[in-house]
């Protein structure tokens, strides 16, 4: 089958909306890196007694889709109240472009989380809310719910793919995947997980095991 | 898309010229014959054949009868590569390879290893030169052949044929050279004689001949047994149906290719020039992957638009009807960086943002300089968008 970007996406990566920069922004967010191969940043302005976000900009270092996604979050998010942003997930975002190609879904995630990243910097700054990054199976499978298995486009949790989340006390990980050695999305997925265990500042170290 | 089709993706496959259409056409259509003896038509069919054979071998100094058809560089390399190594796996059950091979090659190779064959894999520098000492170390008394790709079809790489083969030949027995010659092919001089080389490959669909065919030189005394079993007509080594009209057209192509051949190259050296200079005259923050110009192969261009991603670069020239390839994980079936660009120590960043371009005998010099616009406007409006890099451009 021919793997093709719906018109949707062609039309937001050739004119994307909200490309830029906010200056002295109420909030930001990066995600992803250079070295990863994408990375996001979203700036917001937040009206502090509604908390409706005004403004939204973004910019991206990465290819068509990963513009074409954080161009439909921004406008998605635009005019929306915090709590209603927050809602906004990778599928909805997917599904506003006429679809991702599988390989390609990772793009909307990483738009989502940048966009949920800065909308908690904000929370944190003026609501004074807690950034709960601790070492909980919880939040680690939190994470890893943002990473996507490119061969059909869903994330490893929701494929059951995470078979066990190992956590001792000197806060060393390991992780069971079930994808085989030979599985040509393996150095994606071990990529990605790596990368979302990054989030946990006060990791030792951790080891992906596959079962 | 709009315009005129700028096409600069030869490596990957090439426009039929129109010459070689016309020169297949009638095999296509009145001589649908297949070639035989003592027949009208059976003989003028076989000394069709022959005189494509003579054609070829003459193109690379090689003898008629080390040609063979077959139906692409994939085929070719697999009958060459596993029928080398079945043929001697009496000597030895080693091969030599590289970490900057083509795909197409590591994949016999890792077919190979699950049968019992061991191999090692040398490592290029950075312009993507095999580091020859190495490849000194890897050769075994078990070792049987070794198998490099003459040009890299990434970097734009030549190899030093000769050097490997002066290596190959300080052993105490007999180590054969395959080339993969698929991107060397019409692009720079080929003689197996002087360079050494035991069998190759090549591709025609990237020389603006057929798709589907393929050409296979094996020296006269290299031991190699066929791995494919059918009837022979022509060839021991490619048995089954003759695709005449193919071959038809390959000679055409490789005529087309090496007529006026000095001049040829003359003008990509000419265009590959005109796109670096006026690609860094123009764009800020590119970078050239692979060897200096003089050095590399003349239709051969590879250049990482710094900041910004591939996959990105080559959509938006895609709607100005510009088609090129990209090294980014984004453009790949596995997300996964070009192989040769890390292993010839780029970054993920380097290989993100890397595009390729090769040339062929319908690119202009008005289709470079179009590319070269497209490319300004590009990389402009995706650094305006991108987080990285400087802003004031």
């Known amino acids: 089958m021919a793997i093709k970007y719906s018109e949707l996406v062609i039309k937001h990566f050739k004119n994307p909306h909200n490309v830029g920069i906010i200056d002295n922004p109420d909030a930001s967010a990066t995600e992803g890196s250079p070295a990863c191969g994408d990375q996001l940043t979203v700036y917001l302005k937040i009206n502090s007694e509604t908390q409706i976000i005004e403004d939204i900009k973004f910019q991206s270092y990465g290819c068509a889709s990963n513009i074409a996604t954080a161009s439909i979050i921004t406008d998605l998010a635009m005019g929306r109240n915090i709590e209603a942003a927050k809602q906004i997930t990778w599928k909805q975002a997917a599904d506003e472009l006429g679809g991702l190609p599988p390989i390609k879904m990772h793009c909307s995630v990483l738009a989502v989380d940048a966009l949920r990243s800065a909308i908690k910097n904000w929370e944190h700054k003026y609501l004074g809310k807690k950034i709960d990054d601790s070492l909980s199976k919880k939040n680690i499978v939190k994470e890893l719910q943002k990473v996507i298995y490119g061969k059909v486009g869903v994330d490893i949790v929701s494929l059951k793919l995470l078979k066990y989340i190992g956590i001792d006390d000197k806060k060393n990980v390991l992780l069971e995947i079930a994808i085989k050695k030979d599985d040509p999305f393996l150095d994606d997925v071990k990529h990605e997980v790596n990368e979302r265990m990054e989030k946990f500042p006060k990791i030792a170290s951790v080891k992906i095991s596959l079962v | 898309m709009s315009g005129k089709e700028v096409y600069l993706d030869s490596c990957k496959t090439s426009r039929l010229a129109s010459e070689v259409l016309h020169a297949m056409m009638p095999y296509l259509t009145d001589k649908y014959w297949y070639p035989g003896s003592f027949t009208s038509i059976g003989t003028e069919i076989a000394e069709v054949i022959e005189q494509a054979q003579e054609t070829v071998a003459h193109s690379m100094n090689a003898k008629s009868e080390e040609i063979t ?102 052993s105490d027995h007999k180590v054969y050279l395959f080339m993969d010659s698929c991107e060397a092919y019409t692009k720079i001089p080929l003689d197996v004689e002087e360079l050494g080389i035991d069998s190759l490959s090549i591709s025609v669909h990237k020389f603006n001949g057929p798709k589907g065919m393929g050409i296979l030189y094996v020296k006269k005394g290299t031991e190699i047994v066929p791995t494919q079993f059918g009837i022979t007509r022509l060839y021991k080594l490619k048995p089954g149906a003759i695709n005449v009209p193919g071959i038809v057209g390959t000679e055409k192509a490789v005529e087309l290719a090496f007529t006026d051949f000095d001049k040829k190259i003359g003008r990509y050296r000419e265009l590959q020039k005109l796109l670096y200079d006026e690609i860094m005259k123009r764009i800020p923050d590119a970078v050239l992957n692979g060897p200096p110009l003089g050095e590399r192969s003349p239709a051969h261009l590879n250049v990482t638009f710094r900041y910004i991603e591939g996959e990105a670069i080559m959509m938006m020239l895609d709607f100005d009807n510009i088609h090129v390839e990209t090294g980014s994980a984004c453009s790949s079936q596995n997300l996964q960086p070009n192989y040769i660009l890390m292993n010839t120590g780029r970054t993920h960043e380097e290989s993100h943002g890397s595009v390729r371009f090769t040339l062929d005998r319908f690119v202009t010099k008005e289709d470079i300089l179009k590319t070269v616009d497209a490319l300004e406007k590009t990389a402009k409006e995706l650094r305006r968008r991108s987080p990285l890099g400087k802003k004031e451009q």
């Open chain 2, 69 to 170: 058809f077959t139906s692409g560089g994939t085929d070719a390399n697999n009958i060459a590569i596993q029928g080398i190594l079945q043929a001697n796996k009496e000597k030895g059950k080693h091969f030599i390879c590289s970490t900057v091979s083509h795909p197409s090659v590591l994949a016999i190779f890792q077919g190979m290893e699950k049968r019992g064959f061991e191999g090692t894999y040398i490592s290029a520098n950075k312009d993507g030169y095999l580091n020859l000492d190495e490849l000194e170390a890897a050769v075994r008394p078990d070792t049987i052949l070794a198998a490099f790709t003459q040009v890299n079809h990434i970097l734009g790489t030549i190899q030093n044929s000769k050097a490997i083969r002066n290596i190959l030949d300080q």
